[in-house]
């Protein structure tokens, strides 16, 4: 008999672990999806499911790889990162968002992905029994590490009643009291919901009284279409006094696999995060920093993706309306996020998101991703694989036609 699970943290034995709880639905979701493949070899899934872009990252970021990779000087370990990657990290907060007075060298370093820096930002701040507020649905990673470390997450519910924004005003004082981190991600996913310089000044305000750092996680800050500017949360005054933004280069320049990002703001939170990082990892491949050096300094990468987005967004929207769904084209990111219908013409009921995601997956071979709390929505993502305009109307004529087929009702 192996006495290893016996072994394995009392932890991992919590049920309440959201963690668990999402990776089993992702799981449930995955293995659901590889059935529906294996069944039907020949039926064309399209997937919406994909949280990453499906182009890979601009040549000439791989090309400077290529050239860095086999440099003697860039095999050595990276540590807290090279200068060069926190200059241009400056640089395009400057350039992009207009943040101005960033330290390059005291106020940002270089991540292993901003998963990563989000993992490691608890043991910076939680004791056993201090909170980590966050909203619902959120990007899961802190609430995890705070629970790990015994620390307790409070949910602020993001909702279609509060326009996906958090409501600070009916947090009970002894919340608030035992409070220290507060993770907020905008653009947001999964909504799709943009910050606006009032929601910040909101944050900052909240943030200052209750003596809360903030972490804002800016990982699809540069997605934006339709007129929208990508907004930094350190560019509100008295940003850099609570707290620290997470920019990552995943999203904005197809590079999720190289595993690169920044955390910029505080310099307490910086210099706190550097002891922690430094007995984490050794930094990121220099040659991958230097890439990401040059793709900071091309923000037209970016305007690509947003473009094809918007294009893929009009298309979908519009499909989406006509079946009945109620949805809207997000100003940025590329998901947007719709309430399921209530059954089908022919007798069935949706229990949940993750009844309707499944049926989906099952009768138009469409894969989505579902959220139950606070609201029954699934996310749809338009980074399905397509190589041209023509190929992505074909996509959304066949999720149209799928769609009508099942004569949802709402
Ligand atoms: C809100 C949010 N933050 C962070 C990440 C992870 O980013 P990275 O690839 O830089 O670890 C994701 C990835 O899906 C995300 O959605």
Not at 133 to 160: D, F, N
Not at 215 to 239: M, N, Q
Not at 282 to 299: E, P
Request: glycine share 6%; hydrophobic share 35%; proline share 6%.
């Amino acid at each position: 008999m192996s006495y290893i699970n016996d072994t394995i943290a009392d932890r991992f034995r919590d049920k309440s672990f959201d963690i668990a709880k999402d990776d089993y639905k992702f799981i449930k979701i995955k293995k659901a999806k590889e059935d529906i493949k294996k069944r039907y070899p020949d039926m064309e899934l399209i997937d919406l499911g994909i949280g990453e872009p499906d182009l890979p990252a601009d040549p000439n970021i791989v090309r400077i790889l290529s050239q860095e990779a086999g440099k003697s000087k860039n095999r050595r370990y990276a540590d807290n990162g090279i200068p060069e990657f926190q200059e241009a990290a400056a640089t395009y907060l400057d350039k992009i968002f207009g943040v101005k007075n960033i330290n390059p060298y005291k106020e940002i370093l270089h991540g292993i992905g901003a998963k990563s820096i989000l993992s490691m930002l608890p043991l910076c701040f939680i004791n056993p029994g201090d909170i980590t507020i966050t909203t619902l649905p959120s990007y899961p990673i802190m609430a995890t590490h705070t629970k790990y470390l015994g620390g307790v997450v409070y949910g602020l519910p993001l909702t279609k009643e509060n326009n996906f924004y958090p409501d600070f005003s009916n947090i009970p004082n002894i919340i608030l009291y035992r409070s220290k981190l507060l993770y907020i991600n905008y653009p947001n996913n999964p909504t799709g919901q943009v910050p606006t310089k009032e929601f910040y000044k909101e944050v900052i305000d909240f943030a200052r009284k209750n003596n809360i750092v903030v972490v804002a996680d800016s990982s699809y800050a540069a997605i934006t279409f339709d007129g929208e500017k990508p907004l930094s949360f350190l560019s509100i005054d008295g940003a850099k006094d609570v707290g620290v933004e997470i920019h990552s280069l995943s999203k904005s320049f197809n590079m999720t696999g190289w595993r690169l990002a920044f955390i910029a703001g505080n310099p307490d939170v910086i210099n706190i995060f550097s002891k922690v990082k430094a007995n984490s990892d050794s930094g990121q491949f220099r040659a991958i920093q230097k890439a990401g050096i040059y793709a900071l300094n091309n923000h037209e990468i970016t305007h690509k993706n947003c473009e094809k987005y918007s294009r893929r967004f009009d298309l979908l929207i519009d499909i989406l309306k006509e079946v009945g769904f109620d949805a809207k084209k997000p100003k940025s990111t590329f998901y947007c996020y719709i309430p399921i219908p209530k059954g089908t013409k022919s007798g069935k009921v949706f229990k949940n998101a993750e009844d309707f995601s499944l049926f989906l997956l099952n009768k138009a071979f469409i894969c989505t991703v579902p959220w139950n709390n606070p609201q029954p929505y699934v996310r749809l993502s338009v980074t399905f694989e397509a190589q041209n305009l023509n190929e992505e109307k074909k996509i959304i004529n066949e999720i149209r036609k799928r769609l009508l087929n099942l004569e949802l009702i709402f």
